[in-house]
């Protein structure tokens, strides 16, 4: 197993605003599968995320990456742990305002020991084009893409994607998707993808839902719906 989760719990606050955001939770995903993690805002979907990404400790239990124990690592451990595994992206950019696209890519590749081609990568998600301009001259579903490209040229073992079309419109979130499956294929990068999008269950090989801080339901896709295909 890739990804091996045993048990983990999380609580945050004390006394009265005390709260178990994880209770329990065990789970596996297999190296190069796709899984959305699905669940309602405040079931713990985000913070599971963050835990296997080492950003959010854990109380107990275990994390085991391709066999390395991440919850037994120091923090500049970790910090390594993050560089050499982990491409992370998120609902909101976060890029570099004043580096144009191409720049804000070479951040992480300059890093990488074995980053992928950066020219092919941009070709895949269409930012050739692109490759001059500055966030501020981009629309969001071209940011997002610079944003999967800068964590995807790290060539990392496990993509993390937290809401990754949440601030998209339809088409572009569609588009967004339709590029995670093509990566997928290409790359076959492991991959999970915490969501309120349902339908998005339907093009991964592997559908987590969490609610209250468990896991209420966790299966297998028997066969895949295209992510063109898709309809919310």
């Excluded at 890093?111 to 990568?121: G, R």
């Excluded at 050739?128 to 940011?143: I, M």
Aim: charged share 25%; glycine share 8%.
């Amino acid at each position: 197993m890739f990804v091996e989760i045993n048990k983990i719990k999380k609580s945050y606050g004390e006394g009265e605003s005390y709260v178990q955001v994880l209770k329990g939770l065990s789970t596996y995903v297999e190296k190069g599968q796709t899984c959305v993690i699905l669940g309602p805002s405040g079931s713990g979907k985000s913070t599971f995320l963050n835990a296997i990404g080492g950003l959010d400790d854990i109380e107990s239990g275990s994390i085991n990456i391709d066999s390395l124990e991440i919850t037994k690592l120091n923090s500049k451990e970790l910090s390594l742990y993050r560089r050499e595994y982990l491409g992370f992206i998120f609902q909101f950019y976060n890029l570099v305002p004043n580096l144009t696209v191409k720049e804000n890519i070479q951040v992480c590749e300059y890093l990488t020991k074995e980053p992928l081609d950066l020219n092919e990568l941009m070709d895949i998600l269409g930012l050739t084009e692109h490759q001059n301009k500055f966030p501020s001259q981009l629309s969001g579903g071209q940011q997002q893409r610079c944003a999967i490209a800068r964590a995807l040229i790290k060539n990392p073992k496990l993509l993390l994607c937290d809401e990754p079309t949440g601030a998209l419109d339809y088409k572009a979130a569609k588009e967004i998707l339709i590029l995670l499956e093509a990566i997928n294929k290409k790359y076959g990068t492991t991959m999970l993808i915490v969501s309120h999008n349902t339908a998005i269950k339907d093009m991964v090989h592997r559908v987590i839902k969490i609610k209250d801080g468990q896991i209420s339901e966790d299966y297998f896709n028997t066969s895949l719906i295209p992510a063109s295909q898709l309809e919310w």
